[in-house]
T-cell receptor, first 116, second 115 residues
Framework: DTAVSQTPKYLVTQMGNDKSIKCEQNLGHDTMYWYKQDSKKFLKIMFSYNNKELIINETVPNRFSPKSPDKAHLNLHINSLELGDSAVYFC???????????????FGPGTRLLVL | AQTVTQSQPEMSVQEAETVTLSCTYDTSESDYYLFWYKQPPSRQMILVIRQEAYKQQNATENRFSVNFQKAAKSFSLKISDSQLGDAAMYFCAYRSNNQGGKLIFGQGTELSVKP
């Protein structure tokens, strides 16, 4: 009965490969996010989707492409992986109330990506 | 652009004692939300407490309380009766009512609890 789940939890891959991280929430929320936590544990927003529509894209390289097949899922696809992409990636979700995204964000367990 | 600053990279507290973690932020907005999240070694991000800027009353959640000073743009977290399970990285976060609801995080404070 996990609220926000991510797969896989760990991902080790070679430079240049393409990989995807999946996220699913069963909270009935309208809005989903991707955050990146770097080696110094700093967290930064990457993307946000509201009802399958992209609303935030924070100067992330084009190699990163989020996809939202429905409002319960937000996947992250990364092309041509680079060493600097190594990080922990968190998915989160929140509820959109009357057009204003005001509710608390609930986070998934994170995916640790290591690019060799 | 809004910024969040946590000036204490590390803090330590004795079990059963009280500790306060500092957070300041910069914004020109009047309506926003502030949060404290806890990240234990399991790396799960766990909501500790939230504060709406329009509320003057400080939020409390059991042993956790905040000191919200809107004019000073300060949002500190007080943990009372510290327990070993409180040991974690604590992040202060700001959310505007605009900007798509994104969270802006501080750098984090690593809290250790000594038995």
């Amino acid at each position: 009965d996990t609220a926000v789940s991510q797969t896989p939890k760990y991902l080790v891959t070679q430079m240049g490969n393409d990989k995807s991280i999946k996220c699913e929430q069963n909270l009935g929320h309208d809005t989903m996010y991707w955050y990146k936590q770097d080696s110094k544990k700093f967290l930064k927003i990457m993307f946000s989707y509201n009802n399958k529509e992209l609303i935030i894209n924070e100067t992330v390289p084009n190699r990163f492409s989020p996809k939202s097949p429905d409002k319960a899922h937000l996947n992250l696809h990364i092309n041509s992986l680079e060493l600097g992409d190594s990080a922990v990636y968190f998915c989160a979700s929140s509820q959109d109330l009357a057009g204003a995204i005001q509710e608390t964000q609930y986070f998934g367990p994170g995916t640790r990506l290591l690019v060799l | 652009a809004q910024t969040v600053t946590q000036s204490q990279p590390e803090m330590s507290v004795q079990e059963a004692e009280t500790v306060t973690l500092s957070c300041t932020y910069d914004t020109s907005e009047s309506d926003y939300y502030l949060f404290w999240y806890k990240q234990p070694p399991s790396r799960q991000m766990i909501l500790v407490i939230r504060q709406e800027a329009y509320k003057q009353q400080n939020a409390t959640e059991n042993r956790f309380s905040v000191n919200f000073q809107k004019a000073a743009k300060s949002f500190s977290l007080k943990i009372s009766d510290s327990q070993l399970g409180d040991a974690a990285m604590y992040f202060c976060a700001y959310r505007s009512n605009n900007q798509g609801g994104k969270l802006i995080f501080g750098q984090g404070t690593e809290l250790s609890v000594k038995p």
